[in-house]
């Protein structure tokens, strides 16, 4: 069993999930990589090299599949020191007045109860490493948006992060919440060239995992330059 901390990382296939699997990987991390079809993470296992990865599918929206993945993590590492609850997706535009209520379900389901499942099935191991929390939230998370479903969901997850630091007082288990702004990945339909980049926003994650036991990051809002004007 490798002496490794090893990282447990939902929404692992692509963009943010994906870089952070891989910057960790050269910091030799332990990698639990989960998404909802393997196909993507097992080409990310092999470039990455399988000693030290384990890809699991997995629908953040159910929580027993979620039990699963942490006592497949457990069972293939011994323990988990740090969890990355990474898995969002995007909405629909209409806004309020027409935006398609299902498309809102699955915001919900995702966004916010899958980041809940995620914590409530990995705490008991992370409480016995006193290990690391990561969430990803959103810059949209802490503005306004017109009519954003998707906005007042990452409003949740701040608060999910803000309510776990204090629940985690006095266990050792570190939370922090990564707060970026848009980040040029798969989540959108054309390429966005002032944006953040999934390397950007992993190079936080890995940052804050990088700190000593007594230095607890609680946020990071991480934000691409604007453009220079003329």
């Known amino acids: ?4 901390r090893t990282l447990l990382i939902t929404g692992a296939s692509t963009g943010i999930g994906a870089a952070t699997a891989r910057q960790a990987a050269a910091q030799n991390f332990n990698l639990v990589l989960a998404a909802r079809s393997t196909e993507k993470l097992d080409q990310l296992a092999k470039e990455l090299g399988n000693d030290n990865v384990r890809t699991f599918a997995c629908d953040v929206t159910d929580y027993a599949a979620q039990e699963k993945l942490v006592a497949n993590a457990v069972e293939a590492f011994g323990s988990i020191d740090a969890v990355f609850a990474n898995a969002g997706c995007g909405g629909e535009p209409g806004g309020f007045s027409g935006a398609p209520v299902e498309s809102w379900q699955r915001i919900v389901n995702t966004n916010i109860l899958g980041v809940a499942y995620t914590l409530r099935a990995s ?3 992370l409480k016995k490493a006193r290990g690391h929390v990561i969430i990803t939230g959103s810059i949209a998370g802490r503005t306004v948006l017109k009519g954003s479903m ?5 409003w949740a997850v701040s608060a999910i992060g803000y309510n776990l630091r204090e629940e985690m007082r006095g266990t050792g288990v570190r939370v922090t919440l990564i707060e970026p702004g848009m980040v040029d990945t798969p989540f959108f339909d054309d390429p966005k060239p002032d944006a953040l980049r999934p390397d950007d926003v992993a190079r936080t994650v890995l940052f804050a995992l990088s700190q000593p036991p007594h230095i607890d990051i609680g946020e990071l809002v991480v934000l691409p330059t604007p453009p220079i004007e003329g």
Request: charged share 15%; aromatic share 8%; glycine share 0%.
């Open 1 to 4: 069993m490798s002496s490794s």
């Open 123 to 125: 705490l008991a191991e």
């Open 150 to 154: 998707y906005s007042a969901s990452k």
